[in-house]
Antibody
C-alpha cells in the first residue's frame, strides 16, 4: 500500500525558514517523480514544485522560485521541501504527491500545515 | 505558464442529474490532463488521467474527454457522496498548473 506522510509543518515568522519532509512507502521511490502542492485556507490547489526520480531535474512555481528548494533522499525514501524567506502568503497546507508517470498525481499525503505569521 | 480555466466555478444539481465540468487550457496540451475530487478536509483524489482514463477504483459514473485545449469531466448520475470540489491539472509542460476548481453541491 502506497503511503505518503508529511512532517515538519508549524508556525514560523515572516522571513523565517522551515523544512518539510515526506516519508514514502509501498512503492519504488527512486523510480517516480514527486511533487509538492499547497492549498491556502479556503482556496484552491496550487502547484509548488516537482523533482524527477533521480533528483536531477527540478521545477518550481514562479511564486516560490528562488526561495524554496525541493530535494529527495532515495536511500531513505524521503522527499523534502526547504522553504526560506517565508511570507504570509505561503500559509497553506502542503501536500506531497507521487507522479504516476501518466499525466497525474496518483497518491497524496494528508498534508502539513504551515502558518507564516508574526 | 499554461493557464487552466474551469467552468462553472460552482453548481448545484439534484441526485441523479448529469453534471458536466469543463476545463480550457490557454494552449494545446494534447491529453496531458488529470481530474481530481477533493472533499472537505481531505487530500485530492485522482479520478481521471490522460484526459479520459478512469483511475482504478473510481466509480464508472465519472468520465473524462477532450484533447488539445478543451476538456470535460462528466458525472453521469450525481450521487450524494459526489459533494466535493473538482480540479483539473495539466502535465504538458512545467509548471504543472491547476484549474481554479468547481464546487459541486447537492440540491
Amino acid at each position: 500500500e502506497v503511503q505518503l506522510l508529511e512532517s515538519g509543518g508549524g508556525l514560523v515568522q515572516p522571513g523565517g525558514s522551515l523544512r518539510l519532509s515526506c516519508a514514502a512507502s509501498g512503492f519504488d521511490f527512486s523510480t517516480y517523480a514527486m511533487s509538492w502542492v499547497r492549498q491556502a485556507p479556503g482556496k484552491g490547489l496550487e502547484y509548488v514544485s516537482s523533482i524527477s526520480g533521480s533528483g536531477g531535474t527540478t521545477d518550481y512555481a514562479d511564486s516560490v522560485r528562488g526561495r524554496f528548494i525541493i530535494s529527495r533522499d532515495n536511500s531513505k525514501d524521503t522527499l523534502f521541501l526547504q522553504m526560506n524567506s517565508l511570507r504570509d502568503e505561503d500559509t497553506a497546507t502542503y501536500f506531497c504527491a507521487k507522479y504516476s508517470g501518466w499525466a497525474a498525481l496518483d497518491y497524496w499525503g494528508q498534508g502539513a500545515l504551515v502558518t507564516v505569521s508574526s | 505558464a499554461i493557464q487552466l480555466t474551469q467552468s462553472p466555478s460552482s453548481l448545484s444539481a439534484s441526485v441523479g442529474d448529469r453534471v458536466t465540468i469543463t476545463c480550457r487550457a490557454s494552449q494545446g496540451i494534447s491529453t496531458a490532463l488529470a481530474w481530481y475530487q477533493q472533499k472537505s478536509g481531505k487530500p485530492p483524489k485522482l479520478l481521471i488521467y490522460v484526459a479520459s482514463s478512469l483511475q482504478s477504483g473510481v466509480p464508472s459514473r465519472f468520465s473524462g474527454s477532450g484533447s488539445g485545449t478543451d476538456f470535460t469531466l462528466t458525472i453521469s448520475s450525481l450521487q450524494p457522496e459526489d459533494l466535493a470540489t473538482y480540479y483539473c491539472q495539466q502535465f504538458n509542460s512545467y509548471p504543472w498548473t491547476f484549474g481554479q476548481g468547481t464546487k459541486v453541491d447537492i440540491k
